[in-house]
C-alpha cells in the first residue's frame, strides 16, 4: 500500500491490489452509507471507475468532512446492475434524491481467478462487477466525526 499527502492535509491512500482493497473495504464498515456518485466505463470498456462519497466513519457517524473513495476495476468480464425501482420512482423521476445512492455494504471476494465486487443497497437494488485486477484511492482524514 502507497500513501502520499494531499493538499488538504488529509493523506491519499492508494491500494494496487485486490487483497489490500478487500481488506480496507472490511476495516472500514463495508462503506455503508457511503453514496454512490459515480460509474463509468474507462478504457474503450476494459475498466469501470466507482467513486463512492463516504459521508459518515467506521461507526457511523458523520464526518466532518466527507471524502471520495475511488475503486478501479481493470480486465472486466462483466458488469451487472438491477436497479430494483419501483413503480413510483419510474413514474415519478422528478422525485429521485440522493436516497437512491446510499448503498448497504461495498465488498470485494475472489471467484476463480478473478474478483467480484458487490455493491448491495437494503433493498434488492444491487451493482457487481467481476474483473481481473483491482485498485483504490481513498483520502484518508484520520476518520474525523461530527
Do not use: C, F, Q
Not at 16 to 27: G, I, K, T
Not at 79 to 89: D, E, H, I, R
Amino acid at each position: 500500500m502507497n500513501s502520499e499527502m494531499s493538499g488538504r492535509g488529509a493523506e491519499t491512500v492508494r491500494i494496487a491490489s485486490a487483497e489490500a482493497v478487500s481488506a480496507w473495504l472490511a476495516d472500514n464498515a463495508s462503506l455503508t452509507e457511503s453514496l454512490l456518485t459515480n460509474l463509468s466505463l474507462e478504457n474503450h470498456g476494459y475498466s469501470v471507475e466507482i467513486v463512492l462519497r463516504r459521508i459518515t466513519d467506521r461507526v457511523g457517524r458523520l464526518l466532518e468532512e466527507e471524502s471520495d473513495v475511488v475503486i478501479r476495476l481493470d480486465a472486466v468480464e462483466e458488469l451487472s446492475l438491477l436497479g430494483s425501482l419501483n413503480a413510483v420512482m419510474v413514474e415519478n423521476p422528478d422525485r429521485i434524491n440522493w436516497g437512491l445512492s446510499e448503498v448497504s455494504t461495498v465488498t470485494l471476494a475472489p471467484e476463480g481467478n478473478a474478483y467480484r465486487l458487490h455493491i448491495r443497497w437494503e433493498d434488492d437494488r444491487k451493482i457487481e462487477v467481476l474483473s481481473h485486477r483491482v485498485s483504490m484511492e481513498a483520502s484518508d482524514s484520520g476518520g474525523d466525526s461530527k
